[in-house]
């Protein structure tokens, strides 16, 4: 349950952010989002397997 309130939080931000950004904004953002996020799980990935060797 320690992660329900960062949830609660993100859907605030996602609910705020559409009520001012195009729908064409909203989806140009969604996609940068969703490429630092895959970019960050890269690194965390380089990052463990260095750690094992």
Known sequence: M??????????T????????????????LSADLKALGEMLEVILARQAKCRMS
């Open 13 to 28: 931000i996602a609910c705020k952010l559409s009520e001012c950004l195009s729908e064409e904004d909203l989806e140009i």
């Open 2 to 11: 320690n992660n329900c309130s960062d949830l609660y939080f993100l859907s």
